[in-house]
């Protein structure tokens, strides 16, 4: 599975879209980008997850680009409880193995 | 979306002992996986428990210090043997796939090793 890259941490007003970008360079043709995040002293949460066209669901929308080669997380209108650890993670979609390795995630604070 | 449950919630042990967590899920599911979450640090996954085959251990982790079983297609055990105080984590039952090949993951059991 192709590797990830996110910044370390972000902040956000609440009420205000919060972004979360994701480089995943080396990502292959059939590999899929998906986001979960981690609420503290929780288990990680599926927001959303996408091949190449854009994804929204109740929870965020997913911008991904042209090329692949990076996305974006959207959180349309942040409050306190989106405050979590955000990890973006590249893996094939119909994997046999199934599991999931996870990098070291963006910790997005929102802030009133 | 799968329920999953875990026994116990936390713990505290002596080194040198050995703890059993254990993962209930409320529905039959294929794959469940077990990660260990160290203080301040991301998932890492421990192995992969197939109902009807061993399990398969990620480098870096033996059979013999976390010892798996997968009896049926709801129930899953994880044992941390010989604890140490490096043991202390938050260890994560997840299950999948969803029809989306997602995971869920339960709630995780703090184990603290004195």
């Known amino acids: 599975d192709a590797k990830t890259t996110q910044p370390t941490s972000m902040d956000c007003a609440e009420g205000r879209a919060a972004n979360l970008p994701c480089n995943h360079s080396?990502?292959?043709?059939?590999?899929?980008v998906y986001w979960y995040r981690q609420i503290h002293s929780q288990g990680p949460q599926y927001i959303i997850h996408?091949?190449?066209n854009n994804e929204t669901n109740e929870m965020a929308s997913l911008i991904i680009t042209e090329d692949r080669k990076s996305s974006t997380l959207i959180l349309p209108h942040a409050t306190l409880r989106d405050t979590a650890v955000y990890y973006c993670?590249?893996?094939?979609?119909?994997?046999?193995?199934?599991?999931?390795?996870f990098g070291q995630g963006t910790t997005l604070q929102v802030k009133p | 979306s799968a329920v999953i449950s875990q026994k116990p919630s936390r713990d505290i042990c002596q080194r040198g002992t050995s703890l059993t967590i254990q993962c209930q899920v409320d529905?039959?599911?294929?794959?469940m996986f077990w990660y260990r979450q160290q203080p301040g640090q991301s998932l890492t996954l421990i192995a992969t428990?197939?109902?009807?085959?061993?399990?398969?251990?990620e480098s870096g982790f033996v059979i013999d210090k976390f010892p798996i079983s997968r009896p049926n297609l709801t129930f899953s055990t994880l044992t941390v043997s010989n604890m140490s105080p490096e043991d202390s984590s938050i260890y994560l039952c997840?299950?999948?796939?969803?029809?989306?090949?997602?995971?869920?993951f339960g709630p995780g059991t703090r184990l603290t090793v004195t």
């Open positions: 529905s039959q599911v294929t794959m």
């Open positions: 997840s299950v999948g796939p969803g029809h989306s090949y997602e995971q869920y």
């Open positions: 080396t990502i292959s043709g059939n590999e899929y």
């Open positions: 996408g091949l190449k």
């Open positions: 428990a197939n109902q009807g085959s061993e399990a398969t251990y």
């Open positions: 993670i590249v893996r094939l979609f119909s994997s046999n193995t199934g599991k999931l390795i």
